[in-house]
């Protein structure tokens, strides 16, 4: 199977800075995209980045200018880092992988996979 485990978040003053990373591992082939997506109380979840095996990169409005999403193709591991953090971006983060592995010998299969999430809070 595959596992996504994440790292980073906590709490942070507005106008602060914080890293989060993710790490696909397990029986796999391929990496495709990975990103992250957040869910604040009460909303739906929402894309925050994406980025391709080929490096090219997808934000929301939201996040354009402040946020930097990078991956280590190598390492199955992507990286976000946010700066000029608001507390409108207060949420818990999810890390998404498009993960493709060979189920039988002949069968390449591509599925999503979610990480359990981190909490990023944001005070004001």
């Known amino acids: 199977q595959v596992q996504l485990v994440e790292s980073g978040g906590g709490l942070v003053q507005a106008g602060g800075s914080l890293g989060l990373s993710c790490a696909a591992s397990?029986?796999?082939?391929?990496?495709?995209?990975m990103g992250w997506y957040r869910q604040a109380p009460g909303k739906q979840r929402e894309l925050v980045a994406t980025?391709?095996?080929?490096?090219?990169?997808n934000y929301a409005d939201s996040v354009k200018g402040r946020f930097t999403l990078s991956r280590d193709n190598a390492k199955n591991t992507v990286y976000l880092q946010m700066n000029s953090l608001k507390p409108e971006d207060t949420a818990v983060y999810y890390c998404?992988?498009?993960?493709?592995?060979?189920?039988?010998?002949?069968?390449?299969?591509?599925?999503?996979?979610w990480g359990q999430g981190t909490q990023v809070t944001v005070s004001s």
């Open positions: 998404k992988a498009e993960v493709s592995r060979w189920t039988t010998s002949v069968i390449l299969t591509t599925n999503n996979y």
């Open positions: 397990g029986s796999i082939f391929r990496v495709n995209s």
């Open positions: 980025i391709t095996s080929g490096g090219s990169t």
